[in-house]
């Protein structure tokens, strides 16, 4: 089946929104570099030359400064990242963990790479969706998104070991020291993750392992209590001493496979010793002169992205009011999302079209559809998914003195992930198999729904929201991304057309927010995201506006100013422990 919108491209000025196009922008084919861009007028925009300061934003004051505690050391940006991440996996476990996996996206100064590092989970070899069936053929929740079978094998180790080896400076042990002794000698507990013990306490509570780690003679931990996990710190050591090997292979790997199957899961030694790291070339987007690089499947991240910003391309969107630009931006969300579980799955088993889906022509036709001044319906639009997500993931950026860059997030999926925790080892299981389509058509926990293109199979990794981006400009460039389940390419998008129009890190991150998804019909934003009038202006083009009581996303950026030489970080304020620092 094509893209649906492509009858849309043969139409020519049906609207406004037609009409007041400017040059489209493009998607460089992956192995094509930016300058030989279709359809560019020119080379897009390069890094050159060294900021001299370093700049790190991460959800915790702990994993910020470790970062800088290994660039002390001689390391780069790489071993930062190795640290920064290592650290949150001790101190925001709720986020992510060894257990779980993640996206980096990478910029090497020397010579100018830029690598997408695919760290995904991926499906033990023997899943197929009646495992997750109820006796009546309906997606069992419990099973999708507690205990072992709703686990798929971890990537964030072998990650940590490939950074090391491939792209930083200093051995695996140096960059994983830092977390190592936060584990043996602890940390305060922060109201975020007492809250999240407090949430998942019915499922932490039916294994031993888990009321071990995470409660206090059964009941959950007091704000301010020093939290200490010798286990997981023993786990560090073994990587830092054998790299990936300490995890997926020997008596280490037996042990995890051991405890899964008997507490019911489907992992295999086999699954384990065949986890690889896939290294792959970012989704790279012209907008207007910018360069965006963001990530490529299985992230549906960066795919949506390119759908976005192409719509948005053709509009001056500086030159409209505050209004028409949230209308305009909201039915790009409207048409991306649409397409990102028809088609989006892992790479290196589903063959998808993405040049289209990219394509400046398929932009026109979607761009074609928009009413200027009024919402589409979303059940006009050939239907296929459903509603939102929550903050279960953890995202950093950084930057070195030398320009090397990295653009990370990374996940357990749900709070606590499956909140199964294999004895002695200090971490906690992802339940990452619910971000397949386990039942094709039938909603996962936030409402996502997929086909065949993200069914369970022997290997493949699901498919996910997670967006680490650059934005480069002539003058500017910027390293971003947030959690968010669903909304984290919304809010991706809001941020690179806030940099876009001059913010700095903090004034990006500190941003309101809004998000459509397809279905639910519903535009969601945070509290003060819209006046009063505005609001009654989108409900009067037919967008039905929800203003909740809760804000969203835990977003970090770092920026550099080509021009001036200034580097500068922001770190989300809805999160008190977040952190960001340049020195």
Known sequence: MKPFVVLFATLACVSLAACDRQPASTVAPPAMPAAATPGAAKPLPSISGRPGKSAIASSHGLATEAGFEVLAKGGNAFDAAIAVGAVLAVVEPQSSGIGGGGFFLLHRAADGRDVFLDAREAAPAASHSALWADADGKLDRDKSINGPLSAGIPGEPAAYDWLAKHYGKLPLSESLAPAIRIAREGFPLYPRFVRAIGMRKPVIERWPAGRQLFLADGEIPAEGSRWRNPDLAATLERIA??????????????????????????????????????????????????????????????????????????????????????????????RAYRDRAEYLGDPDFVSMPIAELTSPLYAAGLRASIHPAKATPSDALPGYMSPAEGEHTTHYSIMDADGNLAAVTKTVNLTLGSGFVVEGTGFVLNNEMDDFALLPGQPNAFGLVGGEANAPKAGRRPLSSMTPSFVIGADRVGVSGTPGGSRIITMVLEGILAWIDGDAPQEVV?????????????????????????????????????????TWGLMNMVGWNLRTGEVGAGSDPREPMSRADTR
Not at 261 to 269: D, F, L, N
Not at 270 to 289: I, K, N, S, T
Not at 523 to 531: G, H, K, Q, R
């Open 510 to 550: 500190a941003r309101r927010r809004y998000h459509h998804q397809y279905l639910p019909d519903v535009v969601s934003a945070e509290p003060e995201a819209f006046t009063r009038e505005e609001a009654k202006a989108l409900g009067d083009m037919g967008h039905i506006v929800n203003t909740g009581e809760r």
């Open 241 to 334: 001493a054998s790299g990936a090997a300490g995890f997926y292979e020997g008596e280490f790997a037996a042990r995890l496979v051991d405890a899964v199957s008997a507490a019911g899961g489907i992992w295999t030694r086999e699954d384990l010793a065949a986890y690889a790291v896939r290294e792959r070339e970012p989704v790279v987007v012209d907008y207007r002169g910018w360069r965006i690089v963001t990530s490529p499947p299985p992230s549906s991240g960066g795919v949506a992205l390119a759908e976005m910003l192409n719509i948005l391309s053709g509009y001056d969107l500086e030159r409209r009011s505050r209004v028409e630009r949230v209308h305009l931006t909201i039915e790009a969300m409207r």
